[in-house]
């Protein structure tokens, strides 16, 4: 469980609702189906439309990787590598074959084959960042589905309110309950402005960040295959690959 998505979202729904309550104020006042019904189903829509359904679903799936993640900044992937370079260093590199079933991670795999049938550095290196490129193209568009939200959410919450508002308006003649028409039509601004800055907009940053943080994964482990073949000394190879962790991938170890 990630403790700082949770918390974080634990935190800001207990601030607001916290401040409501302080106010004089009670949940009654902002739980209102037909708001979030015309926010949530309006924002939905809008994002299906800008963006591919399949899109749209793997954007839906990584929900659970926003709040379910583990990561141990990449120590192991350079003991794996490590491990490897100390292999080849004493049977050859070609000795790496039998090991191939045995890697979990897709990329160091495919990077490793390439590097046992004998392609060039130089020519892996090549292949390998294309690759790179285009998995890490493909991951920008998942926080990008949580930015259109978070920009198409506001909106609809005043469109929301605009509606509510058309309704009060036809029932001027009964003055006692315009004022509480017009605070229940409010509702759904605070359902869009709310989700947008609560959640969709820091889930985007927050999946941005772990795409860039699988992209520099993947440099480090082209980098510790090449090292490999240029036949590199391990230790050299660990202390080249610790400097792709740095300070924040340590922390995390921690």
Do not use: C, W
């Amino acid at each position: 469980m990630d403790a700082g998505s949770l918390g974080g979202i634990l935190l800001a729904m207990a601030g607001i609702l916290a401040g409501l309550l302080l106010e004089g104020g009670h949940l009654g006042q902002v739980l209102q189906p037909t708001a979030a019904m015309i926010v949530f189903g309006g924002t939905l829509g809008a994002v299906m439309l800008q963006f591919p359904l399949r899109t749209v679903g793997r954007a839906a799936l990584r929900l659970v990787n926003l709040f379910l993640h583990r990561s141990d900044g990449g120590a192991a992937l350079v003991r794996q590598i490590v491990g490897f370079a100390n292999k080849a260093r004493r049977n050859g590199i070609i000795s790496l074959d039998q090991d191939l079933e045995t890697i979990a991670d897709p990329f160091l795999r495919q990077a490793l084959t390439l590097a046992v049938d004998g392609t060039e550095p130089a020519e892996l290196r090549r292949i390998m960042e294309v690759l790179i490129e285009n998995v890490s193209e493909n991951e920008a568009r998942i926080p990008a589905v949580f930015e259109s939200a978070g920009g198409f959410s506001p909106t609809i919450g005043i469109i929301g309110a605009v509606i509510g508002l058309i309704q009060v308006m036809q029932h001027l003649d009964h003055m006692d309950q315009v004022g509480r028409g017009i605070a229940v039509a409010f509702v759904a601004t605070i359902y869009g402005v709310g989700s947008a800055n609560v959640f969709f907009l820091p889930a985007a940053g927050k999946l941005r960040q772990r795409a860039r943080d699988e992209q520099r994964l993947k440099e480090m482990a082209l980098e510790g295959v090449v090292s490999i073949i240029e036949g590199m000394n391990p230790r050299m190879i660990e202390i080249k690959l610790e400097s792709f962790r740095g300070g924040q991938a340590k922390e995390q170890e921690a």
